[in-house]
């Protein structure tokens, strides 16, 4: 096996396990976390599916929804007269 596969299989299996792209970027030796996060983006699609479960999971699970729920209100419809409209339109 070459090194470059060796480096390449570290940083796979270093980010499928949730470690953090900057992490992984400075074990590898990577300028950036954005080099390491271009060559590596393969390994991400499982984790966004993971992450959206995680969120979802907390959400459910904690006071942290109920909270949230009480911040967004659906928004109301506006009835403007002619009148109305045209002077918003014009100002």
Do not use: C
């Amino acid at each position: 096996m070459r090194l470059y596969d060796r480096r390449h299989t570290a940083a796979t299996l270093a980010l499928s396990a949730g470690v953090s792209a900057k992490v992984a970027s400075e074990q590898l030796g990577d300028a950036t976390a954005a080099f390491t996060l271009d060559i590596y983006s393969h390994v991400l699609p499982h984790m966004q599916a993971d992450a959206a479960k995680r969120v979802a999971t907390l959400l459910r699970t904690s006071d942290f929804g109920e909270n949230l729920a009480g911040l967004r209100k659906p928004p109301q419809s506006v009835h403007l007269t002619e009148h109305e409209w045209m002077s918003a339109e014009a100002g």
